[in-house]
């Protein structure tokens, strides 16, 4: 696909976007440089980030360029089906608030590593451990820089491995100052990658109205609504071709819950922005990431359902190719070149704030597992807090340099984006949920049982993924499976994550019962019901949440 270089107002308004972010990120290091000494002011910025900031947070490390073009692709390809990531996200995030905070800050839980070894022991920790530490350099920040790198070369003419090392720079240099600088640059990072995400929204929505008649957004939409209909389908039926990726009920009632809870609760990445909080501060800003995840569709979807139309009627013909295939994931690259001089500018912006700031919360979560959960138990017990910083400054240096070599070989270009950091992480997630999800919630629950959940649940994941190939059972009461693109026959990704998941508690609860000493368990968790009262503005703000979700998946059904 051609690029196209930007113009010198593109420029500006991109410098502008830089050094507000620089300039705001050094005066809020100043102004707390004295306490980045202290590890859990550099990690967690305990007690410092407000609930907007939090809220800002936890939006701007979650939506980077596999959202901006691995979704718009998928809105491209199957429509507002894709949107269930944001939306079941939204509900998610109510339940995180109501049940895993109040216990992580009972609790007083920095790290999900830190959880396990309390509550189980210290060989489940460090085996998370590591596994976060691979997850997160070889699936999560290598498809955030390479599908940023992509996207920012195409739409600025400027070479790819440029491209990769300016803003794995930039982000260095932001989370070396620590979760504090983050979390309140993120604030700004939000206010450009909203901004420049609604201004590519209305030009896609203004394009469709003048290629097939009227003007404005709405009736943009109303074209689409009407020439598209089959990309305004929530639910997927078994004979749509999309079904694989999104199989019917599961993103309501299966699977769907799984990928999000793990992602949203018990994710080292998400959760550390608001473990360093009171608790109604940290509600409060997990409830401000629900109302912006409401929006994200907005941004992230609607360009690509825009983008097929006008390709479907005779549009971007050559510029949706990629090596003679149609290539979804140019989409959302196609309609940012075709923004105004000036505009374009505020759209990279967007979209090098969505990376930048994607890449600095998980170099830094990177930095807190190695540094707290491996370097200071099993390296050195006696660092000091100094030696600590140090340490996580060179981890965070040390795993992006790693993501720059290892993710031009990742194939990431091949899966798309977002269908391949959620495929890959879905062999882990069953496990890793039920070991939470038992360790908060049954005390009886052992180390054992947690220890096999976590292998066996990961075993079977591959395993459950060809067994209608294995066994010539193709479809049943169990499963329905489809021929992937080497026309193996295997299970939907999120159907499998829901019977792992099934698979692990039934395991736990044999297990833990088999097992005397469980009767006894000493690692229970500090719960009190008086933990989970809510306030009655956060009780309005969840009705509101879930009134219109009903609304959406009513409608869009």
Same mark, same amino acid.
């Given at each position: 696909? $051609?690029?196209?270089?930007?113009?010198?107002?593109?420029?500006?308004?991109?410098?502008?976007?830089?050094?507000?972010?620089?300039?705001?990120?050094?005066?809020?290091?100043?102004?707390?440089?004295?306490?980045?000494?202290? &590890?859990?002011?550099?990690?967690?910025?305990?007690?410092? *980030?407000?609930?907007?900031? #939090?809220?800002?947070?936890?939006?701007?490390?979650?939506?980077?360029?596999?959202?901006?073009?691995?979704?718009?692709?998928?809105?491209?390809?199957?429509?507002?089906?894709?949107?269930?990531?944001?939306?079941?996200?939204?509900?998610?995030? *109510?339940?995180?608030?109501?049940?895993?905070?109040? %216990?992580? *800050?009972?609790?007083? =839980?920095?790290?999900?590593?830190?959880?396990?070894?309390?509550?189980?022991?210290?060989?489940?920790?460090?085996?998370?451990?590591?596994?976060?530490? *691979?997850?997160?350099?070889?699936?999560?920040?290598?498809?955030?820089?390479?599908? @940023?790198?992509?996207?920012?070369?195409?739409?600025?003419?400027?070479?790819?491995?440029?491209?990769? %090392?300016?803003?794995?720079?930039?982000?260095?240099?932001?989370?070396? @100052?620590?979760?504090?600088? #983050?979390?309140?640059?993120?604030?700004?990072?939000?206010?450009?990658?909203?901004?420049?995400?609604?201004?590519?929204?209305?030009?896609?929505?203004?394009?469709?109205?003048?290629?097939?008649?009227?003007?404005?957004?709405?009736?943009?939409?109303?074209?689409?609504?009407?020439?598209?209909?089959?990309?305004?389908?929530?639910?997927?039926?078994?004979?749509?071709?999309?079904?694989?990726?999104?199989?019917?009920?599961?993103?309501?009632?299966?699977?769907?819950?799984?990928?999000?809870?793990?992602?949203?609760?018990?994710?080292?990445?998400?959760?550390?922005?608001?473990?360093?909080?009171?608790?109604?501060?940290?509600?409060? @800003?997990?409830?401000?990431?629900?109302?912006?995840?409401?929006?994200?569709? =907005? #941004?992230?979807?609607?360009?690509?359902?825009?983008?097929?139309?006008?390709?479907?009627?005779?549009?971007?013909?050559?510029?949706?190719?990629?090596?003679?295939?149609?290539?979804?994931?140019?989409?959302?690259?196609?309609?940012?070149?075709?923004?105004?001089?000036?505009?374009?500018?505020?759209?990279?912006?967007?979209?090098?704030?969505?990376?930048?700031? &994607?890449?600095?919360?998980?170099?830094?979560?990177?930095?807190?597992?190695?540094?707290?959960?491996?370097?200071?138990?099993?390296?050195?017990?006696?660092?000091?807090?100094? $030696?600590?910083?140090?340490?996580?400054?060179?981890?965070?240096?040390?795993?992006?340099?790693?993501?720059?070599?290892?993710?031009?070989?990742?194939?990431?270009?091949?899966?798309?984006?977002?269908?391949?950091? $959620?495929?890959?992480?879905?062999?882990?997630?069953?496990?890793?949920?039920?070991?939470?999800?038992?360790?908060?919630?049954?005390?009886?629950?052992?180390?054992?049982?947690?220890?096999?959940?976590?292998? @066996?649940?990961?075993?079977?994941?591959?395993?459950?993924?060809?067994?209608?190939?294995?066994?010539?059972?193709?479809?049943?009461?169990?499963?329905?499976?489809? $021929?992937?693109?080497?026309?193996?026959?295997?299970?939907?990704?999120?159907?499998?994550?829901?019977?792992?998941?099934?698979?692990?508690?039934?395991?736990?609860?044999?297990?833990?019962?088999?097992?005397?000493? &469980?009767?006894?368990?000493?690692?229970?968790?500090?719960?009190?019901?008086?933990?989970?009262?809510?306030?009655? &503005?956060?009780?309005?703000?969840?009705?509101?949440?879930?009134?219109?979700?009903?609304?959406?998946?009513?409608?869009?059904?």
């Amino acid at each position: 696909m $051609q690029a196209h270089s930007l113009q010198l107002l593109d420029y500006l308004v991109f410098l502008f976007y830089f050094i507000v972010v620089s300039g705001y990120g050094y005066w809020i290091y100043n102004k707390k440089k004295s306490k980045i000494a202290d &590890s859990n002011d550099f990690f967690l910025a305990e007690g410092s *980030l407000t609930w907007w900031a #939090i809220g800002s947070s936890l939006i701007a490390s979650n939506i980077s360029a596999e959202q901006f073009i691995g979704t718009s692709g998928d809105g491209f390809q199957m429509g507002l089906a894709i949107a269930t990531y944001e939306w079941m996200a939204a509900a998610t995030l *109510l339940i995180v608030a109501i049940f895993f905070m109040p %216990i992580y *800050l009972k609790n007083k =839980i920095f790290t999900m590593p830190q959880f396990l070894n309390r509550r189980y022991n210290s060989t489940v920790s460090l085996i998370m451990a590591v596994f976060w530490l *691979l997850l997160y350099i070889a699936v999560n920040l290598t498809s955030i820089l390479y599908l @940023g790198a992509l996207a920012v070369s195409t739409i600025s003419g400027l070479d790819f491995t440029v491209c990769m %090392i300016a803003m794995s720079a930039f982000a260095i240099v932001i989370t070396l @100052g620590g979760m504090k600088v #983050i979390g309140y640059t993120d604030v700004i990072q939000v206010v450009f990658l909203v901004l420049g995400g609604l201004v590519t929204s209305y030009l896609a929505l203004n394009l469709v109205s003048e290629r097939f008649g009227g003007d404005g957004v709405v009736n943009g939409l109303n074209h689409l609504m009407t020439k598209a209909p089959d990309h305004f389908h929530l639910i997927f039926s078994k004979d749509n071709a999309n079904y694989p990726s999104l199989p019917g009920l599961a993103v309501l009632i299966g699977g769907m819950w799984i990928v999000n809870l793990n992602y949203w609760g018990c994710n080292q990445y998400i959760t550390q922005r608001a473990l360093g909080a009171d608790l109604p501060t940290a509600r409060n @800003g997990i409830m401000f990431a629900a109302f912006l995840k409401m929006m994200m569709p =907005i #941004i992230v979807v609607l360009p690509g359902i825009a983008a097929y139309l006008l390709w479907k009627d005779g549009m971007f013909q050559e510029e949706m190719m990629k090596d003679g295939v149609l290539s979804k994931d140019n989409a959302y690259p196609v309609l940012l070149n075709l923004l105004p001089v000036g505009l374009k500018g505020l759209s990279f912006a967007a979209l090098t704030a969505a990376v930048v700031a &994607s890449m600095a919360g998980k170099a830094n979560s990177i930095s807190t597992i190695f540094t707290l959960d491996i370097y200071k138990n099993y390296i050195n017990p006696n660092a000091s807090e100094k $030696q600590l910083v140090s340490i996580g400054r060179i981890a965070v240096v040390a795993a992006i340099i790693i993501a720059i070599l290892i993710a031009p070989f990742m194939g990431i270009d091949k899966k798309g984006g977002f269908q391949f950091i $959620q495929e890959y992480t879905g062999y882990f997630s069953p496990g890793i949920f039920a070991l939470f999800i038992m360790g908060f919630f049954w005390k009886r629950t052992t180390s054992k049982a947690a220890l096999f959940a976590l292998l @066996g649940g990961v075993t079977f994941s591959v395993v459950s993924k060809y067994i209608p190939t294995w066994t010539g059972v193709t479809d049943s009461i169990f499963y329905s499976s489809f $021929q992937d693109a080497d026309g193996m026959y295997v299970i939907p990704f999120i159907d499998r994550m829901g019977w792992v998941f099934t698979f692990c508690i039934t395991s736990m609860v044999v297990i833990s019962l088999l097992d005397p000493e &469980s009767k006894n368990n000493p690692k229970g968790l500090e719960i009190d019901a008086k933990m989970f009262k809510l306030a009655p &503005s956060f009780i309005v703000g969840s009705v509101i949440i879930v009134m219109m979700l009903l609304m959406l998946y009513t409608y869009f059904w």
